[in-house]
């Protein structure tokens, strides 16, 4: 089993930038692919970003392309996601999640382990 620990979530004024970290614990963290998902009251958990164990291949939503930048330590058993321009329409809570030896994966029903969600609010 890992556990995530989810952290740099915070409030930030439209065009600006928050890097959130993932932090492992409790298994081979390199063996796992890591997403990012967000989610907003009344909405379903929407993908954001996936980073692939090994080849540390990534995928990001149309929605954050050219903005958003997954990326990975595995010396540090810890993922990250730099946002960059940031709109309020990102704001959400944010989660990361990791499923053992697996494709890119892109829906929420891949992973097996989550972390408790980091709270990103971007406004004026």
């Known amino acids: 089993q890992v556990q995530l620990v989810e952290s740099g979530g915070g409030l930030v004024q439209p065009g600006g930038s928050l890097r959130l970290s993932c932090a492992a614990s409790g298994a081979t963290f390199s063996t796992y692919t890591i997403g990012w998902f967000r989610q907003t009251p009344g909405k379903e958990r929407e993908f954001v970003a996936a980073?692939?164990?090994?080849?540390?291949?990534?995928d990001h939503a149309d929605s954050v392309k050219g903005r958003f930048t997954i990326s990975r330590d595995d010396a540090k058993n810890t993922a990250f996601l730099q946002m960059n321009k940031l709109k309020p329409e990102d704001s959400a809570d944010y989660y990361c999640?990791?499923?053992?030896?697996?494709?890119?994966?892109?829906?929420?029903?891949?992973?097996?382990?989550w972390g408790q969600g980091t709270r990103v609010s971007v406004s004026a």
């Open positions: 999640a990791a499923v053992q030896r697996k494709w890119l994966a892109t829906m929420s029903v891949d992973y097996d382990y």
């Open positions: 980073i692939m164990w090994g080849a540390g291949l990534t």
